[in-house]
Nanobody
């Protein structure tokens, strides 16, 4: 099983990034997927989740700035992030769960290695 994130980087405040997570080794289309993020010294926070049928849910801080989506034919998860702010600086992780989506880190079975997003002028 492997989850590989990409698309992170340095962006100015107000800018946008699109993260991708490519999955392999499990039946992606039948797993709920999620994005979490972690800032130094803190636990991972739930960012967004999507069920295998496409229902979505977002953390309160997202405030309609981010959009999670999935392309099952490509075994790929996405996170479109707009209006990025310095407080969005974090390592972003994708995660997979064999069940309904959840906001809890402990509910997820598989994790990627993370991709750094830095928002700074």
């Amino acid at each position: 099983v492997q989850l590989v994130e990409s698309g992170g980087g340095l962006v100015q405040p107000g800018g946008s990034l699109r993260l991708s997570c490519t999955a392999s080794g499990f039946r992606f289309s039948r797993h709920s997927m999620a994005w979490f993020r972690r800032t130094p010294g803190k636990e991972r926070d739930f960012v967004a989740g999507i069920s295998f049928s496409g229902n979505t849910h977002y953390g309160d801080f997202v405030k309609r700035r981010f959009t999670i989506s999935r392309e099952n034919a490509k075994d790929t998860l996405y996170l479109q992030m707009n209006s990025l702010q310095p407080e969005d600086t974090a390592v972003y992780y994708c995660a997979a769960r064999d069940g309904v989506w959840s906001t809890r880190v402990s509910d997820y079975d598989y994790w990627g290695q993370g991709t750094q997003v830095t928002v700074s002028s």
